[in-house]
């Protein structure tokens, strides 16, 4: 069965510090990735996704993620943080062969000090 | 624009009652899915919905948790006889087309206490 690990449920760092969210997966066949982010008192929202070709990816304000297929990993990245990223972030896989059922993982709490 | 929209936001109820959670999806959105999320846990996926097709109800924890979607547009997820462990904030998504690489859309979640 697919199952994601994320490996930090907390995370706190100063403003400007760089981030890197872990996420691993447990898949063999062809994959789809993605990264949602939810912020305080807001829905969930897509932050970036990872269906085929350039396995670094760019997403919204600033994050980006890389697939590394050799790894089962999709860890997330972003060179200085802000204040307003404080969100938790849930990483999340869906078999790319027709499966719709989306697995996220249990998701990892940031706190930006300002 | 209008996104999923769910009802209630909030619900508190008594053990052993029954409750049903409404969830209108994007219109023109083909996909549906319900997911509940539980202090310290991801999301949990309960039933998906595409089309007219039977439902994949993998995801629903007992027999307790049923889920109907009508005209293929607005759903309704019923717990039957709720219990404390049933509290959680239940989350609904929807995507525009099949396939799984489309993204999910969510609503606000209707956060479920049971006292």
């Known amino acids: 069965a697919q199952s994601v690990s994320q490996h930090n449920h907390h995370v706190i760092l100063s403003e400007a510090a760089s981030l890197e969210l872990g996420c691993n997966y447990s898949?063999?066949?062809?994959?789809?990735l993605f990264w949602y982010v939810q912020y305080p008192g807001q829905h969930l929202q897509l932050l970036l996704k990872?269906?085929?070709?350039?396995?670094l990816v760019k997403g919204i304000k600033g994050f980006e993620a890389e697939f590394i297929k050799s790894k089962f990993s999709f860890n997330l990245r972003k060179p200085s943080v802000q204040w307003s990223d404080t969100a938790e972030y849930f990483c999340?896989?869906?078999?790319?062969?027709?499966?719709?059922?989306?697995?996220f993982g249990a998701g990892t709490r940031l706190f930006v000090k300002a | 624009g209008a996104g999923v929209s769910q009802s209630p936001s909030n619900k508190v109820t008594e053990k052993g009652k029954d409750v049903e959670l409404r969830c209108d999806p994007i219109?023109?959105?083909?996909?549906l899915y319900w997911y509940r999320q539980s202090l310290g846990q991801g999301l949990e996926f309960l039933i998906y919905?595409?089309?007219?097709?039977?439902?994949?109800k993998s995801g629903l924890p007992s027999d307790r948790f049923s889920a109907e979607r009508t005209g293929g547009s607005v759903s309704t997820l019923t717990i039957q006889r709720t219990q404390q462990e049933d509290s959680a904030v239940y989350l609904c998504?929807?995507?525009?087309?099949?396939?799984?690489?489309?993204?999910?859309?969510f609503g606000d979640g209707t956060r479920l206490s049971i006292l």
């Open positions: 998504a929807s995507s525009l087309r099949t396939g799984s690489n489309q993204p999910q859309h």
């Open positions: 898949y063999g066949g062809t994959v789809n």
């Open positions: 990872y269906f085929s070709g350039d396995p």
């Open positions: 999340a896989v869906n078999a790319g062969t027709g499966g719709f059922k989306t697995i």
């Open positions: 219109s023109g959105h083909t996909a």
């Open positions: 919905f595409q089309g007219n097709s039977a439902p994949d």
